[in-house]
């Protein structure tokens, strides 16, 4: 049996929206991939930003309480004590920014997921367009 241009060029078509069905899938699964890898970096952004209020508001209030109670137990010796406080606070205060300027140069990549899986898809689609058949 002989094929007819017909059937060569059907096979052709065919083949053409196969591999556009199959890219628009890598395409979806990609798509979907990375809205997931945002919605968990949002969430994690929000869920640390919460607490990091409660934690500077909890012991922002700890702490003046607790000079409020030295300073009213020594009360002869408060300028010393709201002195050591200062510097207490200062110095803790420094140290945090320090930490949070460490913290903020750290590099956290939020969609290496989404990145590495289209790096493997470009991979393979480079591997299997050189070793297709040439038609001379």
């Known amino acids: 049996?002989?094929?007819?241009?017909?059937?060569?060029?059907?096979?052709?078509?065919?083949?053409?929206?196969?591999?556009?069905a199959t890219l628009l899938a890598i395409g979806?699964?990609?798509?979907e991939l990375l809205g997931n890898?945002?919605?968990e970096e949002k969430l994690r952004a929000?869920?640390?930003?919460?607490l990091s209020?409660?934690?500077?508001f909890s012991l922002m209030v700890g702490t003046i309480l607790a000079i409020t109670?030295?300073?009213?137990v020594f009360w002869d010796n408060r300028v010393l004590l709201l002195s050591a406080f200062t510097v207490i606070s200062l110095t803790s205060g420094g140290i945090a920014y320090a930490a949070l300027r460490r913290a903020l140069r750290t590099s956290h990549q939020p969609l290496a997921a989404s990145v590495a899986?289209?790096?493997?898809?470009?991979?393979q689609m480079k591997g299997a367009a050189s070793n297709e058949p040439r038609a001379d």
């Open 1 to 20: 049996m002989s094929e007819t241009p017909g059937g060569a060029s059907g096979g052709l078509l065919a083949a053409t929206r196969n591999s556009a």
């Open 28 to 31: 979806r699964t990609r798509l």
């Open 37 to 39: 890898d945002l919605k």
């Open 46 to 50: 929000v869920r640390i930003l919460l």
């Open 53 to 56: 209020q409660v934690l500077a």
């Open 69 to 72: 109670l030295l300073v009213v």
């Open 117 to 123: 899986e289209l790096a493997e898809d470009l991979r």
